[in-house]
């Protein structure tokens, strides 16, 4: 469907795609992965005409059309939630804005008029479209994605500008899934949705009939939704028939190909020096020698990619062991202004439990973290630490904590006891901070940079309890999976929030559910809890909407048209009583000017029969001008 045919692209002498070439079929459902800086999102921009290669083509036919969600996306403006969803279908809007001018010009034409036939011929056509372009499930549609994406009914007529950046986000992205493009592009979009919207979107996704390219360092949501994997890096794009876990095991295979031809072609370049070295000098050889340095030079050499970044090495410090009770929350309300974020909250941890703390977005998680870290109060009740307990807090924007003004040595040692300066460099060289790097200024560190540098600086604090909000924010594949190992081999009591499943899954053993109806307690990982609300009808279905409403809303179309058509018909029947009048009285006009004359009482006969018809003719106007009359009030009712 769509090709990218040779595509080039260079920043300054670094290439990033070198003749790249791969072909995007109408129903793929494909995960673009690659070290950080690889292209991912140089691609998308490629191919969503943003942004131009230095040569090579994207060829497309002229049907298929991209929607694409950058990683940053805000929707601006006045219109109301539900106004600006309807506004990807664009068609749609467009065909009721002319059909809504026709009935205008229908309205105000006299219905002998040619203007008034077209315009009902044109009102007819435009009817037909919006009913090919199932206009009667619009509602439906938009309200069922919005749904699915954590907007509440409340939402609809509230201006976007009322939300804020991640909800705006969301935005973005159901009008991209409205608007049903050929191929659907999306940058990291799961970053900003909580665990029910994941599931419905991974549920939407696979059952979307265009095609799907996807960036995401949520490897559950790419395990279980991609069909191909696009691997980019040093210039090159490979493509692999299977999902993240088979582009794993696949691209391993490939690499160990790929070493073993590379150590045979380093074998025979050995081999080949050692000869011109050998025999540079004899004139005898001297053909053979300048053949196999020409050989040598043409040689193009063997580069293994390995796909991967080094990872971060590093555990947790041993802890020091606390009291079987480590935290205890009791009764706990928060408020801001009006709205009540907390309500009653209780809940208890206990030592060595590894708990994943949920919720919609909106539930009050991180609210709830910050009033246990001390960094908020609570209106009332009590948040307990147990005897010996240390804890260390994560926050969700940790990373925004950071002093800019530092650099990355100087802003981990701030804080840090003397005795332990030492370990600092090691810890920062663990965490892909090495040489020069540690003398990098904060503010120019990319995201991941930065949550590195913070959790970096929480290992140098003591502790026994971690309570963790979204830790794995802007970090990469590799990152997180030596995150979830450290926390695994922890000895101490976690509390963590995360939407994601893959990080979670191997490492929490209970679910806390915080919602505004309270907190629930779940057995388990974090899927065997999408499973279980899923099994309660809590995750929105991403099936087309209830035929119910689709009839209800149909019918109510079919009741407007059918009102349009007898609009119509009453019209011309005016129109046709209008000149049974105007010829009615004509002929009493008519008549009058003769029984107006003196020799019209003089005709007998004549007179008496001109008499009853000017009598049948009043009797006839009246009539007509009753059903005129009876005409009007039935229009005036049904265009109301």
């Known amino acids: 469907m769509i090709e990218l045919k040779n595509i080039s692209l260079a920043y300054g002498g670094r290439k990033i795609f070198d003749c790249v070439c791969a072909v995007i079929n109408k129903n793929d459902k494909i995960g673009l992965v690659g070290n950080n800086g690889a292209g991912k999102s140089t691609l998308l921009k ?30 601006a403006g006045s219109r109301s939630l539900y106004e600006e969803a309807e506004s990807a279908f664009v068609d ?6 002319e059909l809504a001018e026709v009935e205008e010009v229908v309205a105000a034409a006299d ?103 996807l960036v995401s360092h949520d490897r559950a949501l790419l395990d279980r939704l991609t069909t191909r994997t696009f691997h980019v890096g040093k210039g090159r794009l490979d493509s692999y028939s299977g999902n993240y876990e088979f582009y794993l095991a696949e691209s391993a295979k490939r690499i160990e190909v790929l070493r073993k031809a590379a150590a045979n072609q380093q074998r025979q370049i050995e081999k080949t020096e050692r000869f011109i070295e050998r025999f540079r000098s004899k004139n005898t050889k001297a053909a053979q020698v300048q053949s196999r340095i020409k050989a040598l030079d043409k040689i193009q050499r063997i580069e293994v990619e390995d796909g991967f970044e080094s ?24 408020s801001f202004g009006d709205h009540k974020v907390l309500d009653n909250i209780s809940f208890k941890i206990e030592r060595g439990e590894r708990v994943g703390l949920v919720g919609v977005n909106g539930a009050g998680k991180s609210t709830l973290a910050k009033i246990i870290s001390g960094e908020l109060q609570a ?80 290992l140098l604090r003591d502790f026994n309890f971690l309570l963790l909000d979204e830790p794995t924010n802007h970090l990469d594949m590799n990152s ?85 058509k007898e609009i119509s018909r009453i019209k011309k029947e005016i129109a046709q009583t209008e000149d049974s009048i105007a010829a009615i009285e004509a ?42 009359e009876s005409l009007s009030s039935e229009l005036e009712e049904i265009s109301k």
């Open 46 to 75: 490629i191919l969503a005409g943003i942004e131009q290669p230095d040569s090579g083509e994207i060829a497309k036919p002229k049907y298929a059309t991209i929607g694409y969600l950058p990683q940053e996306a805000i929707v």
């Open 92 to 97: 749609i809007i467009t065909a009721r804005r």
């Open 111 to 213: 219905p002998k008029t040619r203007e008034y036939a077209e315009a009902i011929e044109a009102m007819g056509e435009l009817q037909r479209r919006l009913e090919d372009m199932q206009e009667a499930k619009l509602r439906s549609k938009v309200e069922a994605v919005l749904s699915g994406l954590g907007f509440a009914k409340a939402d609809m007529s509230r201006p976007c500008s009322e939300f804020s950046g991640g909800w705006q986000m969301r935005i973005a992205l159901a009008k991209i899934l409205l608007r049903e493009p050929s191929l659907i592009m999306l940058d990291e979009p799961t970053n900003h949705l909580d665990i029910e919207s994941v599931a419905w979107l991974e549920d939407y996704l696979k059952s979307y009939s265009g095609a799907v390219l």
């Open 311 to 334: 990872e971060i090495k590093f555990e947790f410090p041993q802890s020091r062991r606390c009291g079987q009770v480590v935290l205890e929350v009791e009764n706990l309300c928060k």
């Open 379 to 458: 209106d009332s009740g009590s948040v307990k630490l147990g005897y010996n307990v240390e804890m260390s807090f994560f926050a969700q924007h940790q990373s925004d904590r950071l002093n800019k003004a530092n650099d990355v040595l100087t802003e981990a040692c701030e804080g840090v006891p003397f005795e332990r300066r030492a370990r600092v460099r090691g810890l920062l060289g663990s965490f892909l901070f090495s040489g020069d790097d540690v003398f990098k200024s904060v503010s120019v560190l990319s995201g991941g940079e930065k949550n590195r540098l913070a959790l970096a600086k929480m």
């Open 480 to 564: 997180k999976a030596v995150l979830g190992r450290a926390l695994a081999d922890f000895d101490g009591t976690y509390l963590i929030i995360s939407h994601d499943r893959d990080f979670l899954d191997p490492i929490v053993d209970r679910v806390i559910e915080l919602s505004r109806d309270g907190v629930r307690f779940f057995p388990g990982n974090l899927s065997e809890y999408v499973e279980r609300i899923r099994q309660e009808g809590k995750i929105p279905s991403a099936s087309k909407p209830q035929q119910a409403q689709v009839s209800e809303y149909k019918l109510q179309k079919q009741k407007q048209s059918a009102a349009r």
């Open 587 to 628: 002929d009493i006009s008519k008549l009058e000017a003769e029984m107006a004359s003196p020799e019209f009482f003089k005709r007998g006969a004549a007179c008496a029969g001109a008499t009853e018809s000017y009598n049948a003719l009043k009797d006839e106007l009246a009539r007509a001008y009753s059903k005129w």
